[in-house]
């Protein structure tokens, strides 16, 4: 068994529970944040690093830029950029 310089040990008072839950130090920002009026929302999203992410969303991009509703939605944002702004020369 290796031997070590210090052999310290830490010592608690008998009646301390070292085993009691710590405060939440968040729990002041979120009760803040509430009364100002707003919610935490926690969302998923896609993780870009898993296996096949890649192919996945090009196939959906794919489906997608061939896709009638895809043209239609272009087509509108043609008419309204147009109505907007003057065109390019």
Not at 35 to 56: C, H, M, S, Y
Request: charged content about 35%; glycine content about 2%.
């Amino acid at each position: 068994m290796p031997e070590f310089a210090c052999e310290a040990v830490a010592r608690y008072p008998d009646d301390m529970n070292v085993h009691t839950p710590k405060p939440d130090k968040y729990k002041a920002y979120r009760e803040r944040k509430k009364a100002q009026g707003l919610k935490q929302v926690r969302i998923w999203t896609l993780d870009p690093n898993v296996p096949g992410f890649r192919e996945a969303m090009n196939a959906a991009f794919e489906r997608e830029k061939h896709s009638v509703e895809m043209q239609e939605l272009n087509d509108w944002c043609e008419a309204m950029a147009a109505e907007t702004w003057p065109p390019y020369e």
